[in-house]
């Protein structure tokens, strides 16, 4: 083969293998490694099988591809082609503004002093006020509503 095609083959491999890396492989390092060395062959095979002469002008050539090959791919515009645009939109719970200090429920599962309590048909995760524990099915009024965490204390009446 034609030393031309060699080197032209070996760039072309080089380049396809950085972009590899940037854009599929990213932190992998090995397409990486791969496309640098091929990169620094082409250059060293062009000065030693053709000419000091060949040999500066694909070092010149690689340079200056590598160069708009990395500006065209960092430019936000190529990332915002492939960026997740999708939001999430669960929560973690219900709305515990719902529920008001004075509020009457019953507890689903033990608390201790954290659990499980119903208040208009909706569960939420309540603590005990006191911090002291509470039987299943136990009725319970709402204390306080304080950073989104309900505290209930045990009543007697429903």
């Known amino acids: 083969m034609a030393p031309v095609y060699v080197?032209?083959?070996l760039v072309i491999l080089g380049l396809l293998a950085l972009v590899a890396e940037f854009l599929l492989f990213t932190?992998?390092?090995i397409s990486g490694i791969v496309g640098l060395g091929s990169l620094i062959y082409a250059c060293v095979y062009a000065f030693t099988k053709v000419g000091v002469k060949a040999g500066s002008i694909t070092t010149a050539v690689v340079c200056l591809i590598v160069v708009v090959v990395l500006i065209v791919i960092l430019k936000g515009k190529t990332w915002k082609?492939?960026?997740?645009k999708d939001e999430i939109?669960?929560?973690?719970?219900p709305?515990?503004?719902a529920v008001q200090p004075g509020e009457k429920g019953r507890t689903i599962t033990r608390l201790a002093p954290m659990g499980t309590?119903?208040?208009n048909g909706v569960r939420y995760e309540v603590k005990s006020f006191d911090g002291s524990m509470i039987d299943p099915s136990a009725y319970v009024e709402v204390v306080s509503v304080e950073d989104n965490q309900i505290c209930v204390k045990v009543t007697n009446n429903q």
Do not use: N, P, Y
């Open 7 to 9: 080197i032209l083959t």
């Open 27 to 29: 932190g992998v390092g």
């Open 81 to 84: 082609k492939l960026e997740l």
């Open 89 to 93: 939109q669960a929560s973690a719970g």
């Open 95 to 97: 709305d515990v503004s």
């Open 117 to 119: 309590a119903i208040f």
